[in-house]
């Protein structure tokens, strides 16, 4: 009894299906993240008094692509997301929105100023890529 039982367990397993990766836009630790790197970047891109924190930014990316590689994605995977443009116009309409969501007026830098300056102080993600001058 017991070897049969251990046979249609064995059987089972290798009739199972593989489980396949999901895209890396649907891989929240990575889709968010990514995101909010984007966010930093458009605020000290249209903020004349943040700047980046660029050695921490650098990190953050090297994190990110590690983090995915981890999941068991190739590098080849991860390029193909962050090159895709159809993921890049996704999370530019997604960072329209968050900008809108937040007051920000994107025609007016200081809106800008606003916004990361608030990051800053709230240290969230956003903010930790980012130093007021």
């Known amino acids: 009894m017991k070897i049969l039982l251990t046979a249609v367990l064995g059987a089972s397993l290798l009739a199972s299906p593989t489980m396949a990766k999901p895209p890396l836009s649907k891989v929240a630790a ?39 590689r981890d999941m068991g994605y190739t590098q080849a995977e991860i390029d193909a997301y962050t090159d895709n443009d159809v993921e890049k116009d996704r999370l530019r309409a997604k960072a329209a929105a968050f900008f809108r969501a937040r007051g920000v007026d994107t025609s007016d830098p200081q809106s800008y ?21």
């Open 30 to 68: 990575i889709d968010d993240a990514l995101f909010d790197l984007g966010i930093a970047d458009r605020i000290r891109k249209n903020c004349p008094v943040i700047n980046a924190r660029m050695f921490k930014a650098i990190g953050y990316v090297r994190n990110l692509e590690k983090k995915a």
């Open 113 to 133: 100023c606003a916004l990361g300056l608030q990051e800053i102080q709230k240290s969230s993600r956003i903010g930790s890529l980012l130093r007021a001058k």
